[in-house]
C-alpha cells in the first residue's frame, strides 16, 4: 500500500533546539499539506505545496517556522529555535486520486515534546 | 473565509446503535468537497467518506452516510450499528476544488465514544 511517509515519530528536544520534521508524499502526488494539531486548536493548515512551490503558509509563524519541498519526494518542516508551545503532533498529507475521488493521505504525524 | 464547524465536542452511543454527528461550513466557493475523516487512539488519520458539492446524492459507506444539506451549508455523519471501534475522534473536513485542492480546512471534532 502506498503511504506518506513522515520522520521522526516521536522527539522530544529541549528548548532552543532545531527540530526537521520529514514527510515523504505518497509518489505520483502533487499537493503536500502540513498541519498542526493540538487539543487546544485542533487541526490547523501551516502551509501547503503544488508541483513544490510553496501556495500558502499564512498558518504558519515566519519568525521560527519554515517549510520547503527541495525534491518531489521530500517536504520538510523546520522549528529553530523550538519553544514549549510547539509541542503538538504535525501531520503531513498529499493528495491524488484515490477509489472514491480526490483523496487527502494523511502520514502517521509527528509528535513533537519541547521541554 | 471559508469555516467549518462542529458544534458537539463530546457524544456518545451504545453499541449497534444509530449515532450522527454533526457539521455545518461557511464559503461563497460553489465547487468545493466535502470530508469526513476518523482519528482513533492511534491517531491516524482515516478517511470516512467523501461527498462533492455538486453531486446531489448523498454518499454512503458500508455503515456510514451523510446527510449533505447545500442551501443550509450542512453535512452531518450518520453511524448506523456502531460499533466499538468506531470510538474515535471525527473531523469534518472542507476543501476547495478549482483544478484540484487549493486547500483543505479540519473542523474542531466531536469525540464520539461508543459504549458496550
Known amino acids: 500500500d502506498a503511504r506518506v511517509t513522515q520522520t521522526p515519530r516521536d522527539k522530544v528536544t529541549e528548548m532552543g533546539q532545531e527540530v526537521t520534521m520529514r514527510c515523504q508524499p505518497i509518489l505520483g502526488h502533487n499537493t503536500v499539506f502540513w498541519y498542526r494539531q493540538t487539543m487546544m486548536q485542533g487541526l490547523e493548515l501551516l502551509a501547503y505545496?503544488?508541483?513544490?512551490?510553496?501556495?500558502?503558509d499564512s498558518g504558519m509563524p515566519k519568525d521560527r517556522f519554515s517549510a520547503e519541498m527541495p525534491d518531489a519526494t521530500l517536504a520538510t518542516l523546520k522549528i529553530q529555535p523550538s519553544e514549549p508551545r510547539d509541542s503538538a503532533v504535525y501531520f503531513c498529507a498529499s493528495v491524488g486520486q484515490g477509489a472514491r475521488g480526490n483523496t487527502i493521505y494523511f502520514g502517521e504525524g509527528s509528535w513533537l515534546t519541547v521541554v | 473565509a471559508q469555516t467549518v464547524t462542529q458544534s458537539q465536542p463530546e457524544m456518545s452511543v451504545q453499541e449497534a446503535e444509530t449515532v450522527t454527528l454533526s457539521c455545518t461550513y461557511d464559503t461563497s466557493e460553489s465547487n468545493y468537497y466535502l470530508f469526513w475523516y476518523k482519528q482513533p487512539p492511534s491517531r491516524q488519520m482515516i478517511l470516512v467518506i467523501r461527498q462533492e458539492a455538486y453531486k446531489q446524492q448523498n454518499a454512503t459507506e458500508n455503515r456510514f452516510s451523510v446527510n449533505f444539506q447545500k442551501a443550509a451549508k450542512s453535512f452531518s455523519l450518520k453511524i448506523s450499528d456502531s460499533q466499538l471501534g468506531d470510538t474515535a475522534m471525527y473531523f469534518c473536513a472542507f476543501g476547495w476544488a478549482k483544478t484540484s485542492y487549493d486547500k483543505v480546512i479540519f473542523g474542531p471534532g466531536t469525540s464520539l465514544s461508543v459504549i458496550p
Open positions: 505545496f503544488r508541483n513544490r512551490a510553496p501556495l500558502d
